[in-house]
């Protein structure tokens, strides 16, 4: 079986910003920058489909499209067959990662998202929905299947000095990647032609040229036997997943502002639209400084923690995404009668700063408070199970972002403000932020 062996750094003499050059220095190393490339395009071009597909939904009149049913049913739907997968095939994904050699299971990846997004070349031309929404799920499970793996690998190629340095530029460049995905699907589709459909595949075919510099990972567990009863298997890893107090916790933590992230960005939109009556610019801009928040934070956190894989900062940073959150309440005006504002009017005028520096540092907190925690569930998993820990991990995250949709929508519907529902996220995350403690202790 084929070892890697283990990068090593020469740390002797070096200052504590040489040490921080010398992991900048990471995305000119063969053992991370393919992995982050393949790994940036693959996420983008994810957000491109579902944001041209909801657009296309949204805007069907103008774009004299027919569609099966009602607008907000489809646009509800998107989402959920985005998350499905991971409801189903987590299990199966992470026990494949584990199995076989992991920069092979990359290409494979790559190829598959290259047929994906053929097919949404094809379906954007012929505005064909039931195509683009079959393939929506087609790219879930895609994502499914790709997820385990990309994170898995950085142990196999990062030094554990290294690490905290390497999952926050992961994390930093995933959210980054979704905003610039939502963005551009958002604006692409409306292009004449098919240009959303072709700049899909042009990123599907970049993304398989980086995956072949990713080098050989050692295999995990070749001797395994896969689970293919999806509800056995889903037992499997969250057993696995239990076995280590540090790796539940850290998993349990991820979900849950995997949770808060998903409540804000979900209602972004109608946040901006119903409440601080601001037009589609303004949310956005909501969008931009809530995905530039995450990156900044988890760039922060290396620096911050000094290289040390440590939840020392977990509670802290729960605490500060709660009080921000209040703050961001406190300063959000009135809804009233008054016009839209376009991103100029709301940006010039002074009383919406506080609020847009509460929403950016509820990011920032938030970028520091998750990336410890994905580091931890690297450094304390043994390598045979460490892709089912990952898989265990996004089943948990789909899990919260289904329920957090479901009560959202909930009350909500029970006439429940937006304000309330940050509200009730942010006192809900007082008592994380204080469970939390137990962790450091």
Not at 43 to 54: A, E, I, K, P, Y
Not at 116 to 122: L, N
Not at 239 to 262: C, E, M, P, Q
Not at 286 to 300: D, E, H, K, N, P
């Amino acid at each position: 079986m084929f070892k890697p062996s283990t990068p090593s750094v020469d740390l002797r003499g070096k200052t504590p910003l040489d040490l921080q050059h010398l992991k900048y220095g990471l995305f000119l190393k063969r053992r991370f920058w393919p992995i982050f490339a393949a790994t940036f395009l693959g996420t983008f071009n994810d957000n491109l489909l579902r944001s041209g597909l909801v657009v296309l939904i949204a805007y069907s009149a103008s774009h004299g499209v027919l569609l099966p049913a009602r607008p907000e049913i489809l646009v509800t739907l998107c989402s959920a067959l985005l998350v499905l997968p991971m409801l189903l095939f987590s299990s199966v994904a992470g026990a494949l990662a584990d199995k076989y050699e992991k920069s092979r299971l990359v290409r494979l990846a790559k190829l598959a998202e290259i047929g994906i997004m053929s097919g949404a070349c094809y379906g954007f031309a012929a505005r064909d929905v039931p195509l683009l929404m079959g393939l929506l799920f087609v790219s879930g499970t895609h994502t499914t299947f790709y997820s385990p793996i990309k994170f898995s690998l950085l142990p196999d190629h990062l030094t554990h000095g290294e690490l905290l340095a390497g999952n926050g530029f992961m994390a930093g460049g995933i959210y980054l990647s979704v905003l610039f995905g939502l963005i551009a699907g958002g604006l692409l589709v409306d292009l004449p032609g098919d240009v959303i459909g072709e700049t899909a595949l042009t990123v599907a075919c970049l993304g398989i040229l980086a995956s072949l510099f990713i080098p050989l990972s050692s295999v995990a567990h070749s001797g395994m036997r896969i689970q293919w009863h999806l509800w056995r298997g889903s037992k499997e890893i969250i057993f696995h997943a239990s076995r280590d107090k540090r790796v539940l916790l850290s998993i349990l933590g991820l979900s849950w502002y995997t949770l808060v992230g998903s409540v804000f960005m979900s209602q972004f939109a109608n946040y901006a639209q119903g409440v601080v009556r601001g037009d589609n610019e303004v949310y956005i801009l909501f969008l931009t400084i809530f995905s530039i928040g995450i990156a900044v934070g988890a760039l922060l956190c290396d620096w911050l923690l000094k290289g040390q894989v440590s939840p020392k900062l977990t509670p802290l940073t729960a605490l500060a995404v709660s009080l921000f959150t209040y703050m961001l309440v406190a300063a959000t005006p009135h809804p009233g009668p008054a016009p839209l504002q376009d991103v100029q009017s709301f940006v010039t005028a002074p009383q919406h700063w506080l609020l847009l520096a509460a929403m950016l540092m509820v990011a920032v907190s938030g970028g520091i408070y998750m990336v410890p925690l994905y580091a931890m569930l690297q450094s304390h998993t043994p390598a045979e199970y460490r892709s089912r820990i990952m898989a265990a991990s996004n089943l948990s995250d789909s899990v919260f972002m289904t329920v957090a949709a479901l009560v959202s929508a909930g009350l909500l519907s029970l006439g429940l403000r937006i304000t309330d529902l940050f509200l009730l996220v942010a006192t809900l995350n007082l008592g994380v932020a204080c469970y939390a403690r137990r962790f450091t202790a």
